[in-house]
C-alpha cells in the first residue's frame, strides 16, 4: 500500500520535531512546512531565521524535505487586527486562540492538503478522536500540565478532519528525552514564550507602535485618585505589577487592577482586598462546541478561564448567542476577551470569549 503523507507543522522546536520524528518511525511519508507569520525582527534580531534553520538541521536528521510558507498578510487580517481592536476596546485578547484557528488550522492545513498531505500534524500537547459517528473529538493529553486544549477551543469539526497530534500520550520530560536520544538539536531548546509568532518582547513597547497611549486616573474604588495609568491597554485584572504605586503602599497588601472604565479612561485598584476580582458567574459568546451537542439548555461541566488554571465546576446555560456561566466555586480576575473552555472528564467540549 501506499503510504499516507503527512505534513507536519515544524516550528523549529523541540515539540514539532519529535512529532515528526514519530510519523515517520510509524511509517508516514512525512513532509516539514515552516510557517513565517511574522516578519518584523524582534530587537533587532529575526527569530524566525534561527527557527528555520533548527528546522534545517532536524529535517536533515530525519531525512525528510522540508518547506517555508508566508503566511504573514493572513496573519495581519485575521490575528493581528482583532488583537489590536481587543486592546482598544480595554479587553485582554488571547491571540494564540485565534492563530491556531485562522492560520494553523486555516491557510495552514489548506495549503498542506494541496501539496497532496492525506494529514496534517502539529506538535500540540492533545489528542484528537476521528469518531465512527462522523465526529471528531478534542481530547486532553496525557500531560495535564503541558494540555493546550485551552488554546485549541476554536477550532472546527472541519478544521479537526484528517488531523493527527503525535504527543497526546507523551509528557514533556519523554519529548525532550526523545529528542535527546535521537541527537535533535532541538532536545534542550527552551520553549517559546510571548505573542503567538510575535515572540517575547518589550510588550509595552511593542503595543505603543500601533496604539497610541491615553494616559488617564488610577482610581480606588472609594473614588480616591491614588496616581496615572499610562493606557487603559497595558493593564489587566488582577495585575499587580508596573502599577508604580509603591510609594502609597501600606501593611494591607499590594495594590492590584480590578476594573477598567473604558470610557471614562480611569484604571480602578483595590489595596491589599482582593474580594473585588471575584465573581460567581460570567457571560459568553460565539461559542463553539466540538463535536459536542448539548442536549440540555442547562448543563454542567468543568471549565477553565485562562490557560493556567484548575479545571473549575460550572452550571452551563444557554442563551440566545452564548451562554451564562454560574461557578460552583467563586472566580478570580476572569477577564473580558478571554476565553472561558468547557470540558468533561476526557474531552475538551469547546469555548467562547467572555465578554
Request: charge should be neutral.
Amino acid at each position: 500500500m501506499k503510504k499516507k503523507t503527512v505534513v507536519v507543522g515544524m516550528s523549529g522546536g523541540v515539540d514539532s520535531s519529535v512529532a515528526a520524528l514519530l510519523l515517520k518511525e510509524q511509517g508516514y511519508n512525512v513532509i516539514g512546512l515552516f510557517m513565517l507569520n511574522w516578519e518584523e525582527a524582534a530587537d533587532g534580531a529575526c527569530t524566525a531565521e534561527g527557527d528555520f534553520e533548527d528546522v534545517r538541521r532536524v529535517c536533515a536528521l530525519l531525512d525528510i524535505p522540508y518547506y517555508s510558507v508566508n503566511f504573514a498578510r493572513q496573519y495581519a487580517d485575521r490575528v493581528f487586527s482583532h488583537f489590536l481592536s481587543e486592546y482598544a476596546a480595554g479587553r485582554t485578547p488571547n491571540p494564540d486562540v485565534l492563530c491556531n484557528r485562522e492560520i494553523k488550522f486555516g491557510p495552514f492545513r489548506e495549503y498542506a492538503l494541496s501539496m497532496g498531505a492525506d494529514y496534517i500534524a502539529t506538535g500540540h500537547y492533545c489528542g484528537v478522536d476521528h469518531n465512527a459517528d462522523g465526529r471528531h473529538y478534542l481530547l486532553k493529553a496525557a500531560d495535564a500540565g503541558k494540555d493546550q486544549t485551552y488554546f485549541l477551543n476554536q477550532v472546527t469539526q472541519e478544521q479537526l478532519e484528517r488531523v493527527l497530534f503525535p504527543l497526546a500520550g507523551l509528557k514533556k520530560e519523554e519529548v525532550r528525552a526523545i529528542a535527546a536520544s535521537n541527537g535533535l538539536s532541538t532536545a534542550k531548546k527552551k520553549d517559546s514564550t510571548g505573542i503567538c509568532f510575535i515572540g517575547e518582547r518589550n510588550f509595552r513597547a511593542f503595543l505603543r507602535q500601533y496604539l497610541p497611549a491615553q494616559p488617564g486616573r488610577i482610581v480606588t474604588l472609594d473614588g480616591e485618585d491614588v496616581g496615572e495609568h499610562i493606557g487603559l491597554m497595558y493593564y489587566t485584572l488582577g495585575q499587580r505589577r508596573g502599577l508604580d504605586l509603591g510609594g502609597k503602599q501600606g501593611e494591607s497588601g499590594r495594590w492590584f487592577v480590578v476594573k477598567k472604565d473604558v470610557k471614562n479612561n480611569i484604571l480602578y485598584v483595590s489595596h491589599g482586598d482582593e474580594s473585588p476580582l471575584y465573581t460567581s458567574s460570567c457571560e459568553v459568546k460565539d461559542i463553539n462546541w466540538i463535536g459536542y451537542m448539548p442536549e440540555r439548555t442547562t448543563f454542567t461541566c468543568t471549565a477553565k478561564f485562562r490557560y493556567r488554571q484548575s479545571e473549575q465546576g460550572v452550571k452551563v446555560t444557554l442563551t440566545e448567542g452564548g451562554a451564562h456561566v454560574d461557578f460552583d466555586e467563586p472566580q478570580r480576575a476572569v477577564t473580558p476577551g478571554q476565553y472561558a473552555v468547557f470540558y468533561d472528564a476526557t474531552r475538551c467540549l469547546g469555548g467562547g470569549v467572555i465578554i
